[in-house]
């Protein structure tokens, strides 16, 4: 597991002079700036300068210095030896809004689709703690030839699959479906199914973990952790079987996290719907 770190500050003409003397790949200039680098020797040679004590001439830190890690990336062997997986979402092949959700002049399809504790940030709508009790309604989709599946972008850890793929695929797999209705007539689309995710039957161990980053004040009250990758993805506090499934937890947003077996793992990579990286994938802590 490698970290990377965002490094920021308003930096002044000296600490210029030796970033610049870092090889890193970029030009400091003097002003506010950030920069993410990794860990290693040139990351501990910054953290070295920056950890002097002041003196009366002189201070060591420039004006709102900050050190934050900002995610860590997985070797192939570290992805091999796990079992299961984290991901964001099973990604689409392109982003188009001709894809999201209906009608989404202001998300009013929020209030059709989900309920929980429903509010409203400027003109539009969110949800915390959702729950699905409504099919999503879009434009008919235009298939390519080579598609199998895309997620909904607004509301990225829902994913709609061929109706053909699913069957010969997935059904099989006990993974069960739901309908999508065309926007425009309201009725089922033939070509067009919404995977169902069940939501997981044990609770993952992320408190006190990396992911353990907000207050219920930054969150509006719901207790949610941190969206970007920190660590190795914490296991759950008791095993049980699964191909895909939802956190019960909930991520900065309100979104939660797909699970998957090593099994859907190489399903999903065999008919190329994700990459073997970090980009795709957080693997579970092993023994």
Not at 138 to 167: A, H, S, V
Not at 176 to 195: A, F, S
Request: charged letters at 25%; hydrophobic letters at 35%; glycine letters at 6%.
């Amino acid at each position: 597991m490698i970290k990377h770190y965002s490094i920021f500050a308003k930096w002044r003409k000296k600490d210029v002079a030796f970033l610049n003397t870092l090889n890193l790949n970029r030009v400091i200039e003097e002003g506010y700036f950030g920069f993410s680098i990794e860990e290693g020797i040139t990351y501990n040679k910054i953290l070295n300068h920056y950890s002097k004590n002041d003196t009366a001439f002189n201070k060591t830190k420039p004006p709102e210095f900050s050190i934050n890690l900002g995610l860590v990336t997985f070797s192939k062997e570290e992805l091999d030896r796990s079992m299961y997986y984290a991901m964001f979402s099973i990604p689409p092949k392109e982003v188009s809004s001709s894809r999201f959700p209906q009608p989404n002049k202001k998300r009013e399809y929020v209030k059709q689709v989900f309920e929980g504790f429903l509010y409203k940030y400027g003109e539009f709508y969110g949800v915390n703690c959702k729950k699905q009790i409504a099919p999503f309604k879009i434009k008919k989709p235009k298939w390519k030839k080579e598609e199998i599946c895309f997620n909904l972008g607004l509301e990225y850890e829902y994913t709609l699959f061929k109706r053909d793929f699913y069957q010969e695929v997935l059904a099989p797999l006990g993974i069960d479906c739901m309908e999508v209705l065309d926007y425009k007539t309201g009725e089922p689309l033939e070509d067009t199914v919404q995977l169902v995710v069940p939501v997981a039957k044990s609770k993952l161990l992320l408190e006190n973990s990396a992911y353990d980053i907000y207050s219920l004040g930054e969150t509006n009250g719901f207790k949610q952790y941190g969206l970007q990758t920190l660590d190795f993805f914490p296991p759950f506090e008791k095993e049980f079987n699964f191909q895909i499934c939802y956190s019960q937890e909930y991520f900065y947003g309100g979104f939660r996290k797909i699970i998957i077996s090593k099994e859907f793992c190489n399903l999903l990579l065999k008919h190329k719907i994700i990459e073997y990286d970090t980009n795709h994938l957080i693997p579970l802590k092993y023994e």
